[in-house]
């Protein structure tokens, strides 16, 4: 993590955004929210979309609600897999 080069980014342009995947644990959310305070330090106030872990299908929808929910509720946005939801664990596609 190198929120510093990221803030160098930001001075070209501020369109950017910051994507994280969480497993759902306690662990991941904290280290999430370590890391986010980490890029505001340095001035950046992109959004933040969270993504579930999870390769198939069968184990997104594990987790896929409960994740969406606490990311909404921390004032993030939640993004999906639609790849796997489109075309599951399929190589190539």
């Excluded at 950046?44 to 979309?49: A, C, D, Q």
Aim: charge should be negative; charged fraction near 25%.
């Amino acid at each position: 993590i190198k929120p510093e080069v990221v803030a160098d980014y930001a001075k070209v342009s501020n369109h950017g955004q910051l994507k994280f995947v969480v497993n759902g644990s306690q662990a991941s959310w904290d280290e999430l929210e370590r890391v986010v305070q980490e890029f505001r330090e340095v001035g950046i106030e992109w959004p933040v979309y969270i993504m579930g872990i999870g390769g198939t299908l069968e184990g997104l929808k594990v987790t896929e609600a409960s994740i969406a929910d606490e990311a909404i509720q921390r004032g993030y946005y939640y993004t999906t897999r639609a790849h796997v939801h489109i075309w599951g664990n399929a190589i190539g596609k």
